[in-house]
Nanobody, 126 residues
């Protein structure tokens, strides 16, 4: 059974940084994709970034390109989201999600992901 546990959320001023962690357990071998989505109040869930477990390929949403970096520690089964130059518009609950064997065209769609963490709040405010 796949379990995803996020941590690292909090409050930060505009321009600041945070690093989120997602510990993934129960992933079976091959084809795994682990990523991050976010959801602000009254808005739809938005794709942030994702990581292909097999080859390390990364993909980003347009609103975070150049500011956020997704990475993995294979030994710890952990995916990180380093968030720099944070803006008030980044305020949301951030969710870790996992799926298998996604093609590129489905990778940025939340319904493509079967497993979800409980979410961690990120608040950017002065």
């Amino acid at each position: 059974q796949v379990q995803l546990v996020e941590s690292g959320g909090g409050s930060v001023q505009p321009g600041g940084s945070l690093r989120l962690s997602c510990v993934a357990s129960g992933l079976t071998y091959g084809g795994n994709v682990v990523g991050w989505f976010r959801q602000a109040p009254g808005k739809e869930r938005e794709f942030v970034a994702t990581f292909r477990w097999d080859n390390g390929a990364t993909y980003y949403g347009d609103s975070v390109k150049g500011r956020f970096t997704i990475s993995r520690d294979r030994a710890k089964n952990t995916v990180y989201l380093q968030m720099n130059s944070l803006e008030p518009e980044d305020t949301a609950v951030y969710y870790c999600a996992a799926a298998k064997n996604l093609i590129l065209s489905t990778m940025k769609t939340s319904r493509s992901y079967r497993h979800w963490g409980q979410g961690t709040q990120v608040t950017v405010s002065s």
